[in-house]
């Protein structure tokens, strides 16, 4: 287990990283096949979490009807939330493709349960939210290894989570942490598509790392990496 | 950005999966190179985000000050904590070793901020955690990246957020994400610490995957699926 990796073991893991993209509008009805869906999903089961709480469950969803009703709240949400942006921003806001809800074969509710393996879980008492940060870690071991398997996915946070809970029939308990529509694509994007419409940059490496303490940007203990940072190499 | 994966490409990607650990006890002082640092770093700015909101920053800290008042922080969280569960169970978590703050050479607080390219973030209206989450993901990607470089990773939750934000200089409105602790190692572990202590034992597949609703752990629409996660494949 503490072999290193090969230059091509490294390639394939980075080329993973760097070509996921959270896909809405390039969905085709091919089928997943069902080997492929369960290495996904053994993935995201070997995420970390704390205290080995593993408080994740997946549930797997096809059924026409719920994807409709999910597809409403959808709708319903994304009109909703519209109401907050101020134009020119809101129209292209509306314009945007934010879900592939129906044309995508699979979708796929993550959802956390605090009440596996408690009350008392390891390194959970300080900070009760690790268990909802493990779900997430999941959820990016999916997302990647759907990516390794040339399966698109796409999260939809625009939607409710109370009518997630009922038509999913969660107990009162359960958390649902992500809605996921997963399918081969057509393409995956060169960049993220919020960047290519020029709603957000990208903002730079150097811009998100700080030194010793918060805002801290430049020390001299960290002279060196700062300036590779600041070279902004793309790694890709 | 569209072609397959080959064979050593996925099996790079999937070494990473299974192999990772939550690392404590097996840091080696050996510095990390600047370079490794920052393609760990930038894999992190890559992962998803809301609304491409890119809401995390990583703060890396070396100074030893630092990390004595953060592993103080760590002692008495652990020692409140023990008070929360039974013996003979009490003196057996008393007996893990939980962090490797000062054996590492790098610790890094990843931080969310949720003020970032806001107040209006496509996708974080209707849920609001959905900021948190996307740190997550970054802190994922962070992990699998750097046991890609052969760097050991402890995520440390046993500690008090108050005392991370006071000693970091965070403001009011950024939440401490992670603390996690980086460097290289003599080894990284065959399984989990905590199953291996016999603590808790890795659910089965089967045990956390279900169909079209909560619970629902058979359906005829995913009976092939269900066939194959039941035979519980290592595909690692």
């Known amino acids: 287990m503490t072999e290193d990796f090969t230059e091509s073991e490294k390639n394939g893991f980075y080329k993973a990283i760097y070509s996921r993209r959270d896909v809405r509008s390039h969905f085709v009805s091919k089928a997943i096949e069902d080997e492929k869906l369960s290495k996904i999903l053994n993935a995201a089961h070997h995420a970390p979490s704390v205290g080995f709480s593993q408080p994740w469950n ?92 040339g399966i698109g996915l796409g999260w939809v946070s625009i939607l409710s989570n109370d ?45 998100v790392v700080y030194f010793e303490k918060w805002n801290e940007q430049k020390n001299s203990d960290w002279d060196n990496i700062s300036k590779l940072i600041k070279e902004n190499l793309d790694y890709a």
Not at 168 to 184: D, M, S
């Open 58 to 149: 997946f549930i797997l969803i096809k059924n026409s009807e719920t994807k409709k009703k999910i597809k409403e709240s959808f709708e319903k949400e994304k009109d909703r939330s519209s109401q907050l942006v101020e134009e020119p921003k809101k129209s292209k806001y509306l314009s945007f493709k934010l879900e592939g809800i129906l044309e995508s074969p699979v979708n796929l509710c993550v959802t956390y349960d605090p009440s596996k393996f408690g009350p008392f879980v390891i390194g959970r008492s300080s900070i009760p939210e690790a268990g909802l940060y493990s779900v997430c870690c999941a959820i990016q071991n999916l997302w990647l290894a759907a990516r390794t398997e």
């Open 163 to 207: 009518t997630l809970k009922d038509v999913l029939e969660l107990p009162e308990h359960v958390v649902p942490v992500a809605y996921l529509c997963l399918g081969y694509v057509d393409e995956f994007a060169e960049k993220p598509d919020l960047e290519t419409a020029g709603w957000l940059p990208r903002l730079e490496l150097k811009d």
